[in-house]
């Protein structure tokens, strides 16, 4: 596996398999890598003649008060990790690589990016449109490989290679969690002992409002206060949304009469963990 | 030369020039070509291996009180020039080709988009900056050649293309200009013969701004109001803006130190015209 720093250095090294016509693979990630990421680089494998991650925390989607100076890194584990799943070649830019200068261009992808994260974390999906927008034209990938557990982020960066014309099919894949069913985060790392036990009600809840509907629940409101209820009584956190909304405009439903995502973000006092359920209506 | 409508069949002619590696040359258009659009289809079929040109009237860069609806076209003529200009590609897509559903993705460059004609054409470039996005990704071509009587738009998309790292290169070619001096632009045809007569007072007064400031002239004040002065006294119209810019961050200047642009946008009745030159110091 080569660990390629520089944007050039990449180009030169993808140039060649460019031409050739080859699959390449891309699984854009901000590295600390768990088996999330790993089912990301093992599918792209599977499906590419080659795999580029990208390891790049990406400053421009944290705010001012969130956890860019301390989100967790080991680089060393992540390329063992990266090589082990297949992955050809590892994408590490410095900050200065990918920001040489202030930038001034910017991806918005409105409606999408307003309610759910985007309500508490302004700005963030415009960094993360804007640095994927970025990470696309420097690896000019076939494929591009995104987790589920991150559904809003998915939903616009599909939005956005739709709506601009990337010539970049983007695949969803599903949530990978731990066995008590929490899902998969670097974020997770942050969680104390006590936390990270009472963590699994967040999936735990979302399980159960994902059974109510299929068992014929219709009304959200009754879903959703069931879910903050089950999430208030098992942990210590604040909930900062629980919101059930339509599947492919992720505007707020009342009454459930398609396809739903029902998500929400929580604030345990040292981490903040967001999941999500796709209810596909039978 | 190829007429060719949709994205798909654009793209499916490009294939195996993309494989080859053959040299793409991209002039994106609005149509109703004059000598200036001619000059930059000319550079680019000298450069390179092919060359595409896109003919699309971009209702997104308008804004509701302007000329979307009467904007000139000849779609034959415009044909036939390409095809003589050695074009092998004509893409001219449909509004509801390029924008299929209601575009909320925008491509947006700060600060360069702000002043001259950003500030009375609110939403123009970011409008011209999602197109040339879309375009880019569409055509992805080796280069694009864009004509400098749009100072402000080739800088806004020579910005875009390198924060958001497209892989292109951007050429920006000098302003064709009629024998009496007056920049060639489409939205020329719409001068009652008076008006046309007196525009050629636009790039008279550049002309000797330019002058004025190789012989030492420094004040950035006495050559806008040298400019505007000259314009008034000989054309009825009224003046948008005359200024004097940082040609690196278009930023006004008041004591000229380094390169400038000096820009204007005058309302005729019957049109807008804009124009500018680009002073080098030596």
Partial sequence: MKVIKTIQGLRRELQALWQKGE?????????????G??????????????????????PVQFGPTEDLSRYPRDLRRDCAMAKAAGV???????????????????VSVNALSEGLCGASRPGHFK???????????????????????DAQQAMVIKKMVCDLNFPARVVVCPTVRERDGLAMSSRNMYLKPDERI???????ALFAAKKDILSGERNALKIISKIKKLIL?????????????????????????ADVLIALAVRFPSARLIDNQLVILR
């Avoid at 854009?28 to 768990?34: I, R």
């Avoid at 990421?37 to 990406?58: P, Y």
């Avoid at 009472?198 to 735990?204: F, I, N, V």
């Avoid at 009584?233 to 009469?257: M, Q």
């Fill in 233 to 257: 009584e098992e942990t210590g956190a604040s909930i900062e949304y629980v919101s059930c909304v339509s599947a492919t405009d992720l505007k707020p439903v009342r009454r459930i009469k």
């Fill in 127 to 149: 960094g993360v449109a804007t640095v994927v927008a970025k990470l696309l034209n420097i690896v000019q990938p076939d494929t591009m490989y995104l987790g589920a557990k």
């Fill in 88 to 106: 050809a070649v590892i994408f590490i830019p410095s900050v200065k690589e990918m920001y040489p200068q202030e930038l001034s261009t910017w």
């Fill in 198 to 204: 009472a963590a699994k009600a967040l999936s735990g």
């Fill in 23 to 35: 699959r390449i693979g891309f699984v854009p990630t901000m590295g600390y890598f768990h088996q």
């Fill in 37 to 58: 990421h790993v089912s990301l680089m093992a599918r792209s494998v599977r499906e590419n003649d080659i795999t580029v991650v990208s390891l790049f925390v990406n």
